[in-house]
């Protein structure tokens, strides 16, 4: 109700100053926000108290985790983080086309670098996933030394970490989805998780991010891949780079990554070729066009264990968590009458 109100406010400013200034109202909208009810689900060696979360992207520095917290989500991802801080491409970057519910942005993973986002990050009670990045000008094959580093620093900090190599607005980031070179970067990437974890005592798990635009061959190849390498979790999707649904429109031509409802249907696509081929062996996040509570329970539908929201957010409001939540209860009820 009080985002109805605000929205045409919002609207009017250019994207990136209304995602400021909704940012900094966070706190009163997580206040005033319904409180879902409890859906707990297990999933990554960990505990959640509800399975919709925040999508990377929308708070990129860690700079709103409590206000954030409080709107009611079962999980925070944060970042993509780089390890050195960059200042991402150009404004404009971000692009809203309301007539198809859809957002274009290519801020390029700005960051203030993964020193200044840890000393952002407090201490909460939500569970926090950090997405993480490379940073512009590390090339592909050293790309595996920028992933080491953010996740050394953010061990100590988060529940899991996302490897983010499906960001389209990184030239050649999403090369990293190609057999050879994901096979050596999550070899690399297991190794260091295991010193770390002997190192810190706890394990903190680790979850990769896949684009929307692979064919099923590739996503069957990726699946394969993250189960030798023990990966804990798969978040599909990123955004994508096709503009089919939203050429005729005013900005439908801008570079960068489409989210919100044209993409539903494209990541839940992948999200069930993923299921197919990983009969629940890794959990799945289910993430692309959930503008409703509707959209997140077809997302379960497909095999997803949790989702998580961001365009959603911007034109529906901080409601939508709870919508979302609660279509998710009402699906496992189902569930769980219907196998007694
Ligand atoms: C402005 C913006 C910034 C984003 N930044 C990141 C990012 O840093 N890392 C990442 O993995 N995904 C990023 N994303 C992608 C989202 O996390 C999500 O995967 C995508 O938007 C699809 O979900 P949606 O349709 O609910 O928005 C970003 C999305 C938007 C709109």
Redesign the pocket.
């Known amino acids: 109700m009080l985002y109805a109100l605000a929205r045409p406010f919002l609207f009017a400013l250019d994207p990136e100053t209304a995602h400021h200034v909704a940012l900094q109202f966070s706190a009163v909208a997580g206040c005033l926000s319904r409180r879902p009810p409890p859906c707990p689900v297990k999933a990554m060696g960990l505990e959640f108290p509800n399975p919709v979360g925040l ?4 708070d ?1 520095h860690a700079e709103h985790v409590d206000s954030l917290g409080s709107m009611g989500f079962g999980f925070l ?1 944060l ?2 983080v780089t390890p050195r801080p960059q200042p991402g491409n150009p404004r404009p970057r ?1 692009f809203r086309i309301p007539q198809a519910k859809a ?1 274009i ?1 290519r ?1 390029g ?1 700005n960051s203030v670098g993964v020193d200044a986002f840890v000393a952002n990050l407090r201490k909460t009670r939500t569970i926090i996933g950090v ?1 993480i ?1 490379k940073n512009k000008d590390t090339p592909n094959d050293k790309a595996a030394d920028d992933y080491e580093t953010c996740l050394e620093k953010l061990y100590p900090h988060a529940d899991y970490v ?1 490897l ?1 190599i ?2 389209p607005n990184t030239a050649g980031l999403r090369d990293l989805q190609e057999a050879t070179q994901l096979a050596a970067l999550l070899s690399r990437i297991r190794t260091k998780r295991e010193q770390l974890r002997d190192k810190h005592g706890r394990n903190v798990a680790i979850a990769l ?1 896949i684009a929307p635009d692979l064919d099923d061959a590739q996503i069957r190849e990726i699946a394969a891949i993250a189960r030798r390498e023990k990966i804990d979790g798969i ?1 599909a ?3 994508t780079v096709s503009r089919d649904a939203v050429m005729q429109y005013p900005f439908g031509r801008e570079q960068g ?1 489409l ?2 409802a044209p ?2 249907e494209r ?1 839940t696509h992948v999200l069930k070729v993923l299921s197919r081929e990983l009969q629940g062996e890794i959990p799945l996040i289910g ?4 503008m409703s509570g509707a959209d997140a329970a077809e997302k379960l539908d497909a095999g997803a264990s949790l989702v ?5 957010l911007i034109y529906r409001g901080p409601g939508l968590v709870s919508e979302c939540v609660s279509a998710c209860l009402a699906k496992s009820r189902t569930a769980s009458s219907a196998s007694r």
Request: glycine share 24%; no cysteine.
């Open positions: 999508a990377a992207g929308l990129k991802e970042g993509g971000l957002i942005n801020y993973l997405n990045g996302t983010n499906s960001s991010k978040v999707t990123n955004t990554g989210s919100g993409l539903r990541s993430v692309g066009g959930i998580q929201i961001y365009s959603g």
